[in-house]
T-cell receptor
């Protein structure tokens, strides 16, 4: 069975600084990896996905993620954090069409 | 498109009562998923359908939970009888298999409180 680990419950970063939200995965076969963001009292919104091809995937709102097969990681990154990025982020892996989510990481961007 | 629609947005009920949550997927989508989110267990898949047929219900916690999809534009998740430990946010999501491994689109969720 596939699984995803987000080792940090919360990440703090200063506004304007680069940010990284970590994710590692475990899956048999090729990994299909996703990042979602959850705003308060709302459902999840898709940010980006890795299916195949280039290891650096670009997504919405300036976010990108780097797939690293040898480290089984799919870290979310952004060059310059905004205050509005302070929400909850979920990494997920797909198996047979359904998603298995990590526990989530809350990003806190400080002025 | 209005996106995935869920109703009600909030539901408060008493233990033992029947609860029905409703979902309208995005038109044209052929997969529909029900998830539950709690602080203790995070986001967990309950069941999913393909072309209105249940494919995997291994995440349904127990027989008190049932889900149906009578047509391509409507699904229900029913809890009977409800218990306080069922209190959670329930999300519906849909996706389209025109291309493989498409992202899922989530509804706003139903926050269920069982007293």
């Amino acid at each position: 069975a596939q699984s995803v680990a987000q080792p940090e419950d919360q990440v703090n970063v200063a506004e304007g600084n680069p940010l990284t939200v970590k994710c590692t995965y475990s899956v048999s076969g090729n990994p299909y990896l996703f990042w979602y963001v959850q705003y308060p009292n709302r459902g999840l919104q898709f940010l980006l996905k890795y299916i195949t091809g280039d290891n650096l995937v670009k997504g919405s709102y300036g976010f990108e993620a780097e797939f690293n097969k040898s480290q089984t990681s799919f870290h979310l990154k952004k060059p310059s954090a905004l205050l509005s990025d302070s929400v909850l982020y979920f990494c997920a892996v797909m198996g047979r069409r359904a998603l298995t989510f990590g526990s989530g990481t809350r990003l806190q961007v400080q002025p | 498109d209005a996106g995935v629609i869920q109703s009600p947005r909030h539901e408060v009920t008493e233990m033992g009562q029947e609860v029905t949550l409703r979902c309208k997927p995005i038109s044209g989508h052929d997969y529909l998923f029900w998830y539950r989110q709690t602080m203790m267990r995070g986001l967990e898949l309950l069941i999913y359908f393909n072309n209105n047929v249940p494919i995997d219900d291994s995440g349904m916690p127990e027989d008190r939970f049932s889900a149906k999809m009578p047509n391509a534009s409507f699904s229900t998740l029913k809890i009977q009888p409800s218990e306080p430990r069922d209190s959670a946010v329930y999300f519906c999501a849909s996706s389209y298999t025109g291309r493989s491994y498409n992202e899922q689109f989530f509804g706003p969720g139903t926050r269920l409180t069982v007293l």
